[in-house]
């Protein structure tokens, strides 16, 4: 069974610009959620969606956004990028949301900002 | 709002010792717990959780962990260490709600020396 893939992997951007960052999770698994990391401030939640609805947002400003498809691929873009928006990102899936189940996270897509 | 510390940034132990990472939570209701372990430029592998019943789990690599709900924590272990445990470890947690995410601690580092 294929694990969760993200895209691009690496990526570098200057300040001003927007990216936009792609994930297709476990086959059958309806929930994607998405996180920030950095090494000062470990992980850090974006958002959570299930079937096309976001149900989480974490404390992150309105440059940062997300989507979910009807076959549960996700993506986050974030806008007039900032020096700051260098990091980790990195996406998650899961059977269904918030529920006793472990998260399966993909590699990342490690975003540097010029 | 629920939330981890990892009160140690850096763990030193020495191989064959036993190791201990330490995590403790807070959460309204009942928890949730997680450990994972990322392994450079990787992904989060999952190792273990806590739901209900025994306080001690058992998971993967030989890994164990202590729920202590008094304390509120919930601290990795290894009787054995090897070197190839060296990597970052997360301790997450979501309450049992239904609506809140997984929230993760800021990480703490094993080195494990040969």
């Known amino acids: 069974k294929a694990g969760v893939t993200q895209t691009p992997r690496y990526l570098i951007k200057t300040r001003g610009q927007q990216v936009t960052l792609s994930c297709s999770p476990i086959?059958?698994?309806?929930?994607v959620s998405w996180y920030q990391q950095t090494p000062g401030q470990g992980l850090q939640f974006l958002f959570e969606?299930?079937?096309?609805?976001?149900?989480n947002k974490g404390n992150f400003p309105g440059r940062f956004s997300g989507r979910q498809f009807s076959n549960s691929r996700s993506e986050m873009n974030v806008s007039t990028l900032e020096l700051g928006d260098s990091a980790l990102y990195l996406c998650?899936?899961?059977?269904?949301?918030?529920?006793?189940?472990?998260?399966?996270f993909g590699e990342g897509s490690r975003l540097t900002v010029l | 709002a629920q939330s981890v510390a990892q009160p140690e940034d850096q763990v030193n132990v020495a191989e064959g010792n036993p190791l201990t990472v330490k995590c403790t939570y807070s959460?309204?209701?009942?928890?949730?717990l997680f450990w994972y372990v990322q392994y450079p430029n990787r992904g989060l592998q999952f190792l273990l959780k806590?739901?209900?019943?025994?306080?001690l789990v058992k998971g993967s690599y030989g890994f164990e962990a202590e729920f202590n709900k008094s304390q509120t924590s919930f601290h990795l272990k290894k009787p054995s260490a090897l070197v190839s445990d060296s990597a970052l470890y997360f301790c997450?947690?979501?309450?049992?709600?239904?609506?809140?995410?997984?929230?993760f601690g800021k990480g703490t580092r094993l080195s494990v020396i040969a």
């Open positions: 997450a947690v979501r309450d049992d709600s239904g609506n809140t995410p997984l929230v």
């Open positions: 959460v309204s209701g009942n928890p949730y």
């Open positions: 969606y299930f079937s096309e609805t976001q149900r």
């Open positions: 998650a899936s899961s059977l269904v949301a918030a529920n006793t189940g472990e998260l399966f």
């Open positions: 806590y739901i209900t019943g025994d306080n």
């Open positions: 086959s059958g698994h309806r929930s």
